[in-house]
């Protein structure tokens, strides 16, 4: 089919590459694969998985000499990166420090909202404010429902998390 066979050798007839029946290949990974490691992790696997799967969904790389050199250059881009990223956030941290958005919402009994404020909502009264922020940095869990004076994190970076307060007041009933 595809190999020629000389004892415990085998030879590729596409490219030419001799292996052992189950040899394993080192790969560099171009994406984080489940159960096998992250992006830019040099790991060995099966000479099957890694030249069936791996190589043909473009998940990894060989893990050549010159492959290992610039995957050494992109993790150390990354660091960087991620330090400016880091610096700029803690900058933006101590921005939040102090601020509050306010909503006025119509309530019940009890102090139950008609509605909810979101993750959206906030997002949307930091921008009002000068403050671009994607809104799944603002981490709560389930909408506000209620009337009161919360303390929201808003995950800038994975190592800084700033605190925003959020007051939620009742909408004066005109009649």
């Not at 020629?4 to 984080?32: A, N, T």
């Not at 159960?35 to 998985?49: F, I, Q």
């Not at 890694?50 to 010159?66: D, M, V």
Request: aromatic share 6%; with cysteine; glycine share 8%.
């Amino acid at each position: 089919m595809g190999f020629h066979c000389s004892e415990s050798v085998f030879i590729c007839v596409i490219c030419g590459s001799e292996f052992e029946w189950g040899d394993r290949m080192e790969v560099i990974l171009k994406e984080d694969v489940m159960k096998l490691g992250s992006r830019g992790d040099v790991v060995k696997v099966a000479e099957g998985y890694g030249r069936n799967f791996l190589l043909p969904r473009k998940l990894a790389i060989e893990a050549t000499s010159g492959n290992k050199k610039v995957v050494e250059q992109m993790r150390a881009a990354g660091l960087r990166r991620s330090a400016k990223e880091k610096a700029q956030a803690e900058e933006l941290s101590k921005q939040f420090d102090g601020l509050s958005v306010s909503f006025q919402r119509r309530s019940g009994e009890n102090d139950q909202l008609f509605g909810s404020v979101t993750s959206s909502d906030i997002a949307e009264a930091l921008e009002k404010k000068g403050f671009t922020l994607d809104r799944r940095k603002i981490q709560i869990h389930e909408p506000l429902k209620s009337v009161g004076e919360f303390t929201i994190p808003v995950k800038l970076h994975k190592d800084v998390t700033a605190h925003l307060k959020v007051v939620i007041e009742k909408e004066a009933v005109s009649e």
